[in-house]
């Protein structure tokens, strides 16, 4: 929950620097589908996926 607050709040600093809908490691544009599906998303589809690589989300 807290790390979903952060991602949204992360994505609302964006809007406001002016760069929500590019990613937020390689400043490529974000696909807007990946924008409409997950609205407070800071990556772009490679870096999210390199990102879950190398922090896997933790087991319940
Ligand atoms: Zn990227």
Redesign the pocket.
């Known amino acids: 929950m807290e790390e979903g607050l952060a991602r949204t709040e992360r994505a609302l600093a964006k809007l406001d620097e002016g760069t929500y809908g590019c990613?937020d490691?390689?400043g490529?544009p974000i696909a807007p589908a990946r924008l409409q599906a997950m609205p407070d998303g800071v990556?772009?589809l490679?870096?999210a996926d390199s990102q879950r690589r190398a922090a896997p989300p933790r087991r319940r």
Do not use: D, K
């Open positions: 990613c490691t390689c490529a990556l772009c490679a870096c």
